[in-house]
């Protein structure tokens, strides 16, 4: 008599949500080389870290669904209603159908590339006021950047910078709320509350002249009035958080590799690929829901229905299988797909947009406008998340 026995299910059980927190790059290294798809108690989910069953993950939305329930729950409570992201096909096409004009490419470059070089040039100023010795990079440049180019796109009139980082902040910590804080559901209302007030009085207004807005876009995709509000939240709590920290990332990192900050500054046709290896260095996404359909074998685990599933693009993106020297900066590294923006359809709507005003704007005028931009380390810088990963404050400094 002939048995089969059913693969074992690597349990990481020593996996630490404090230290992820802190740093998750050593978790990562030791789930890549263990497991790279295994149930972590701690999280209540398995993580999936390799780069090539991410991939097969983004490939198959029938078995690996974005229409998760469990921890996805906080995020429609966070917004109010399931946006485009924790849809699959048909539902997500369609929303998404609604949004893809305006961020193509040649949109971008000839309605939105005015816009960000205006945003980027006025912000620059109050850093620069700010002066090299009490500038913070976040503070002063990346954050409010990220957030009036959001308001722009968005079409949001009559919000502020603050406004949109408070939102932002609000609606993320809200998706991330799994203990169910009080406080933090009475802030993430409050914003809520806030927004659906400032689309009530625009919705109108772009029913009746219609433009080239997100928000306006969705209008005329001919979505509901929630579903046009739960992708505006959902704009504003993940849209800002890429562009914010891949400026401050990015000039962290050339900041501790000088040699390749002089080579960008002496070939500038490099920037797209300092923001590219940006992205993939520090995922400032680093990982995303998704929810089994049926009992599925993924990189030889079986995984039964219903399972929650964790895709950490953030460990993907340093896979010693997909990249050489995986936790190296290296601006030189030979061009390779990441996963800094996802992929397969739920590929982020927006990165044209980040790769403009960020990579191709944002970041190389800090430094034709500040000579010798470099971290300042007579402050202290500070770093936050996993979920979300990124620099909250980056002193900076130049030569006056």
Not at 128 to 140: C, I
Not at 212 to 221: E, H, P, V, Y
Not at 340 to 369: D, K, M, N, T
Not at 381 to 393: D, I, N
Request: glycine content about 6%; proline content about 10%; some cysteine.
């Amino acid at each position: 008599m002939t048995t089969t026995s059913t693969p074992a299910v690597p349990t990481a059980d020593w996996v630490d949500p404090a230290a992820l927190m802190a740093d998750p790059y050593p978790t990562y290294r030791r789930l890549l080389a263990e497991s790279p798809v295994a149930w972590v108690p701690a999280l209540g989910r398995y993580l999936v870290t390799s780069a090539a069953a991410c991939r097969a993950v983004e490939e198959d939305q029938q078995t690996y669904s974005a229409s998760v329930t469990g921890g996805a729950a906080t995020l429609i409570r966070a917004l109010g209603a399931t946006p485009m992201l924790r849809k699959d096909d048909p539902e997500h096409a369609a929303e998404r159908r609604a949004v893809n004009p305006v961020l193509r490419p040649k949109t971008l470059r000839t309605r939105w590339e005015p816009v960000f070089e205006r945003n980027a040039r006025a912000q620059l100023e109050v850093l620069r006021e700010r002066g090299p010795d009490e500038a913070d990079l976040d503070r002063d440049y990346a954050a409010p950047l990220a957030a009036q180019n959001l308001i722009d796109l968005l079409g949001l009139r009559g919000a502020s910078p603050a406004d949109m980082q408070r939102w932002s902040h609000a609606f993320i910590a809200g998706t991330g709320n799994l203990h169910d804080d009080p406080e933090i559901w009475r802030r993430c209302d409050a914003a809520r509350d806030e927004v659906d007030a400032l689309l009530g009085e625009l919705v109108p207004h772009y029913r009746a002249h219609p433009d080239d807005t997100i928000t306006s876009a969705l209008l005329q995709g001919g979505l509901p009035p929630s579903a046009v509000a739960a992708n505006v939240k959902l704009t504003i709590s993940g849209g800002m958080n890429e562009p914010q920290h891949v400026v401050s990332g990015t000039v962290w990192a050339l900041s501790r590799h000088p040699d390749q900050r002089d080579r960008v500054l002496a070939d500038p046709s490099l920037w797209p690929a300092v923001f590219e290896e940006a992205v993939r260095y520090l995922s400032p996404i680093g990982m995303y829901p998704r929810e089994t359909t049926r009992p599925v074998e993924l990189a030889g685990v079986p995984l039964p229905a219903g399972a929650p599933i964790g895709v950490v693009v953030a460990a993907a993106n340093r896979d010693p299988a997909a990249f050489e020297r995986p936790d190296e900066f290296d601006v030189a590294r030979p061009r390779r797909p990441h996963l800094g923006f996802g992929s397969g359809v739920h590929l982020c709507a927006g990165h044209w947009a980040a790769r403009i005003s960020i990579g191709e704007i944002a970041v190389p005028l800090l430094y034709a406008q500040l000579p010798g931009l470099r971290t300042d380390p007579r402050r202290e810088e500070a770093w936050h998340g996993w979920v979300f990963r990124g620099l909250t404050s980056l002193p900076v400094t130049w030569d006056s």
